[in-house]
Each structure stands twice: as structure tokens, then as C-alpha cells.
């Protein structure tokens, strides 16, 4: 038996258990804590897993609860069609937040969310249509054909098939092409949007696509919410459980699908013994439960930050082994492969490229060009504009002038997506991997740009082909870099030097016509420099075309054909390797800055 066993067991579990003689006091707790996981696994993508913090979810299932309430019994519509409505409304709602605030940073999010969520409670509450404060009486319950989910213990199944279901659809979401973009995003672990832009992926696409699952989640939990009390009134849709929402996510752990049932589980169970409790001891009727919970997640937070579920699974991981580390299926047809110049061909072509930050010059009319297989340095000592001339060609800054043709395309004044897919791929200074995903998807994620599957396909399985052509096209990266072994590995947990090879690997996977390296052996250590020379000298016998940033003299001299090298933003010389060892400029730039 493996987890993956144990998960379908509890799936199956669930699914039966109120056709046996279960109390219903237990159906209905049950009930409850599915109607919060739905909600709460949108939370895990979108906060968890994304990064994005939203207080206002509880105002999303007050959308699909009264969408439904008002076709239902004002029009006398089928809830099937109340369904439908609510998840329109709801769509249409999420889509306009979220383009309005997602692109913008950090805290705006939040405070939009908490906003709207306050904005839809007072609405409702004072719409005459809406029944104001007292809400919505006598919804129907649901039917299916002649089958009416009017019981508990009925509208038990269609709450625990969907919270069931779409714990599946976001695991595999996870899982898969879009997943790997969505789990770089989180800058709250190191991650953020320019490694996937560089990638070829629109990080506001995705971001917008999380908000607008995890709305639609809460809206279904919402609808079912509704028919399960056949009424409807505003107070489970405010603010307050918007904050309880994102408290269950955060106790049962908030990047993980387990954590999200066990935060809507623990957060049920506790709040109805406390209630109890509480005020026999403390006397009164206060809302004591809340203060407890309080105390409780500055708890949670600084003893278990992620959550109870990870401190779990721990535990049964300990017992059960996991379902194994999938094959990487070698076999799977290559993913075809891109379109490459001529050796010798005209490939990047870079005219006085220039880029002022306020008065500091920092690339001054930088011109060079490169040809198909061709290995070029670029050199200066610290602070002459190598980096910041890197990210003008790959456009992860705007040219304050210049031109910059890559394959015959003028790409100045284009975003790193755009360049990625004219055939660039590159790496960072400072390493941007993926910690808590495994060599072998941080390295498929640079796939992205060969694969096709969105966000859809992913959720309900059918990328199941493709997904075994980007993982066999990673391990061929991986292999070609020497780091096979290291493939079911977590990229966190690999040293510096192995890491900036992963980082290769990944760029390697998306075949790119041209290769941007940014100081690949810095702060690497000896050996680890000369493993990445091996790898780099192999590359070249390949015929790859690179461009090379590096400080270290030594390290680019063995490598590359031609060599530019720079000197406070300004252009100092082109030449031969030979040719710039022996000139004395260089030697000056290089002993004048600080060697
Ligand atoms: P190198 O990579 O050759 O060490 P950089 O391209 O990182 O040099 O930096 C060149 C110069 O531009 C430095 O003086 C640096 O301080 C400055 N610089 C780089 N990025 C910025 C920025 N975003 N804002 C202001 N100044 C910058
Ligand atoms: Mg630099």
C-alpha cells in the first residue's frame, strides 16, 4: 500500500459513508468541511502556491449562493441553471478584479479584495430584491432527473464528489505545464515573474487564471451552500469568513491540497467545541472562539509555518511509502524541435545599445554581434554594465536606445517573453530555481515554450502525453549536463554550483538558437568551475551559440572564440582571446578597477 493508495481509500471512504448508519451530527460537520475545502483549495493555489493573498473570497461563494437564490425562487428557475448563472457572474466578476489589481504589487490584492468583499456585503444587504439582511427563503433543493439531493446526507454527495474532484483537477494542475509557471511565481519563496517571463510565459495570464479558479470554487461551494440551507442571507458571505477562510488555509498549510481539507476540518471541529466550551467557562455568550484562534495561528505561524498537513504527512509518510518517484519515460517521442540558423549565419546583432539610469550611463552605446555557433565573453570588471547590457538584450530592461536584431527580428523594445520565443534563453546571476520542486520539473519547466497544454487540459488529465515528452526532454538536459543522477532531487537542497548547472539544463529545454549565460561561475567553488568548463566545452563542440558574462578572466579565456570586453558602461575592445590578454587597456580596466 502507498499514499496514493491511502488518498483513493479516504476518497472512497467518504463517498460511502452516509450510506452507512453515520449520526447525522456527523454528515452535517462533514458537509460543512467540504463546503470550506472547496473554497479553501482555491486559497492554496492562489495564496499558497501563487502567492497572492485574497481576503475576499467568502464574497465569491456569496455570488454563486445568491445567484442561485434569486433564479431559484423569485424566477422559479432549475438551481442546475442558478449554477450556471453564478459561475458567469462570478467569472465575469473575477476577470475585472483581477485584471484591475493584479498587476499591480504586493499589498494591493489584499486591500482590493477586502474592499470588494465589504462592497458585496453591504449591496446585498440592502437590496430589496436580495431580501436585504434577512436574505433569501425556500431556495429548492437540487434535483437529478427524480432524484432530489434534499437531505443532508443527500447533498452530502454532490458536496464531496465536487471538493473531491476538484482536489484532483488542482493536483494535477500542480502538476503540469501551467503549474510549474504558477508554483515559480511566489515571490514570498524566492520567486517571482521574471524567471517564467524569461521562459516564455505571461505571468499575469496565470496569476489571473488562479484568481479566477479559486473564485469559481468558492462561487460552487456558495451554490451548494445555498440548497443545502434553502436560504440565503448575508452573513456567511463577509468579511469575517473571508478572514476564517484564509486562517484555514494557513493552519492546514497553505501550499498543499491535504492541508486545505485538514485547515477546513480542524478550523470546523475546534469552532464548534470552543462555542461550547468556552462560555461555560468564561460565562456569557461572547465570540470567545475567535480570541482562541487568534492565539492559535501566531502560533501556528511560528512554530509550524506551513501549516499542520506538511507535519502530518510527515508522519504517514514515515509509515506508508509514497507512490514511488514517477519513471521518466525515455521513450516518449522527442518534443519537435526548434527551427536553427546556419553556422555562420548573423544571429544576434546588438547596435549601440544604451541604458541610463538616471545620470549614471550604465551601457554606453554598446555595439557587438555574434554569429550561429559562435562563443563570445563579455568581460569588464564589477559594475562596468555587463549584466545590465545582458538584460537589455534579453529584454528584461527597456533600451533607453539602440537596436538589437536577433535571427533577422528587430527584438528592441520587446519583453522577455517575446524574446524567448524569437529563440533566446538565458540564465540569472542569481540563481532563480524553483526550491521546492525537484531538478527534474524546475529543468521541463523550460519546456514551456515546446508545449502546448493550458491550464484546462492540465486539470482534467488529458496532458498526459505531452507531459511525458517534456519530462524525457528535461532528463536529456539533465544528462547532458551531468546531473542524471540528481533528477528526482529538490532543487533547494543542491549546492550552489550543481544548482547553476540545473539552471543551464533549463534554459537548454527550451532549444534555444542562443544562449545567455550571466556569470556562471561565480562563487563557485574550484572543482564546481571546472565542471561547468566540461559542460560549457561540450556545448560548444555541439555548435550552440553562446554569450557569456563573466568576471572571471581566466574562465572565459579557455572558452570562447571572441571576446568583448567593457569598462564603465563604454566599449573598450574586441578581439581574440590572445588578442585581449596581451592588450594593456584591458590589463589597466582590470588592475585600475580591483584586482
Ligand atoms: P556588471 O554586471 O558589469 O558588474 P552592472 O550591469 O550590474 O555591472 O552594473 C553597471 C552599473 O549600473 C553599476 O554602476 C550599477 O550600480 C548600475 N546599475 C545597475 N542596475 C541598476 C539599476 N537598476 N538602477 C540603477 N543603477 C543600476
Ligand atoms: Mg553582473
Not at 12 to 33: C, G, K, M, R
Amino acid at each position: 500500500m502507498t499514499r496514493t493508495h491511502l488518498s483513493v481509500a479516504a476518497a472512497v471512504l467518504l463517498l460511502v459513508l452516509p450510506f452507512a448508519p453515520v449520526p447525522d451530527f456527523w454528515i452535517t460537520q462533514l458537509n460543512y468541511i467540504g463546503l470550506f475545502s472547496l473554497v479553501v483549495l482555491g486559497l492554496v493555489l492562489l495564496t499558497g502556491v501563487g502567492g497572492l493573498t485574497s481576503f475576499g473570497q467568502a464574497a465569491f461563494a456569496g455570488i454563486g449562493a445568491y445567484a442561485t437564490a434569486y433564479l431559484s425562487t423569485t424566477l422559479a428557475l432549475s438551481p442546475w441553471l442558478g449554477l450556471v448563472a453564478g459561475l458567469a457572474i462570478t467569472l465575469v466578476l473575477a476577470l475585472v478584479i483581477g485584471l484591475l489589481t493584479l498587476r499591480m504589487s504586493g499589498h494591493y490584492l489584499p486591500l482590493a479584495t477586502i474592499c470588494w468583499c465589504l462592497a458585496l456585503f453591504y449591496l446585498v444587504g440592502n437590496l430589496e430584491a436580495l431580501g436585504k439582511y434577512d436574505g433569501l427563503l425556500g431556495l429548492p433543493p437540487i434535483t437529478l432527473g427524480d432524484f432530489s439531493f434534499q437531505s443532508e446526507r443527500r447533498i452530502y454527495l454532490l458536496i464531496w464528489l465536487a471538493a473531491l474532484l476538484a482536489a484532483l483537477a488542482v493536483t494535477r494542475l500542480l502538476d503540469s505545464r501551467p503549474g510549474r509557471i504558477m508554483r515559480a511565481l511566489n515571490t514570498n519563496r524566492g520567486g517571482g515573474a521574471t524567471m517564467p517571463e524569461a521562459m516564455g510565459a505571461s505571468t499575469f495570464r496565470y496569476k489571473l487564471v488562479m484568481f479566477v479558479i479559486a473564485a469559481l470554487l468558492a462561487s460552487v461551494s456558495g451554490w451548494l451552500y445555498a440548497h443545502m440551507q434553502r436560504s440565503v442571507n448575508p452573513s456567511p458571505f463577509g468579511i469575517k469568513f473571508g478572514i476564517e477562510y484564509l486562517f484555514m488555509a494557513v493552519l492546514g498549510g497553505i501550499g498543499t491540497v491535504g492541508g486545505a481539507f485538514t485547515g477546513a476540518a480542524l478550523v470546523k471541529l475546534a469552532e464548534d467545541q470552543l462555542k461550547v466550551v468556552l462560555p461555560l467557562i468564561f460565562g456569557g455568550s461572547g465570540n470567545y472562539e475567535i480570541i482562541v484562534f487568534g492565539v492559535v495561528l501566531v502560533l501556528v505561524l511560528r512554530f509550524a509555518p506551513d501549516g499542520l498537513w506538511p507535519l502530518m504527512s510527515r508522519v504517514i509518510a514515515r509509515w506508508l511509502p509514497g507512490a514511488g518517484r514517477r519513471a521518466v519515460d525515455e521513450t516518449a517521442p522527442p518534443l519537435s524541435a526548434r527551427s536553427h540558423p546556419q553556422r555562420g549565419a548573423p544571429l544576434l546583432d546588438v547596435r549601440k545599445i544604451r541604458k541610463q539610469f538616471g545620470g549614471l550611463v550604465a551601457v554606453n552605446d554598446i555595439s557587438f554581434a555574434i554569429r550561429a555557433g559562435d562563443i563570445v565573453g563579455l568581460i569588464g570588471p564589477n559594475g562596468a554594465g555587463k549584466s545590465t547590457t545582458f538584460n537589455l538584450v534579453s529584454g528584461v530592461l527597456p533600451l533607453t536606445s539602440g537596436e538589437v536584431e536577433l535571427l533577422g527580428q528587430r527584438v528592441d523594445g520587446r519583453g522577455s517573453r517575446d524574446i524567448a520565443r524569437a529563440g533566446l534563453s538565458r540564465t540569472f546571476q542569481h540563481v532563480k530555481l524553483v526550491p521546492d520542486m525537484t531538478v527534474l520539473d524546475n529543468v521541463a519547466l523550460g519546456t514551456y515554450l515546446r508545449t502546448q497544454s493550458g491550464t484546462l487540459r492540465a486539470m482534467l488529465g488529458l496532458n498526459a502525453a505531452e507531459e511525458r515528452q517534456a519530462r524525457a526532454e528535461a532528463m536529456r538536459q539533465l544528462r547532458r549536463i551531468g546531473l542524471a543522477d540528481q533528477a528526482h532531487e529538490l532543487a533547494g537542497n543542491l549546492a550552489l554550483g550543481p544548482q547553476r548547472l540545473v539552471e543551464i539544463a533549463r534554459a537548454l529545454a527550451s532549444d534555444p538558437s542562443l544562449l545567455l549565460l550571466d556569470e556562471p561561475a561565480a562563487g563557485l567553488r574550484h572543482k564546481e568551475k571546472e565542471a561547468l568548463a566540461e559542460v560549457l566545452k561540450q556545448l560548444k563542440a555541439e555548435g550552440l551559440s553562446l554569450l557569456l558574462v563573466e568576471h572571471d578572466m581566466d574562465f572565459v579565456m579557455k572558452l570562447t572564440d571572441r571576446i568583448v570586453v567593457m569598462e564603465f558602461g563604454r566599449w573598450l575592445m574586441e578581439g581574440t582571446p590572445a588578442e585581449v590578454q596581451a592588450s594593456p587597456a584591458v590589463r589597466a580596466a582590470y588592475l585600475g578597477a580591483d584586482e
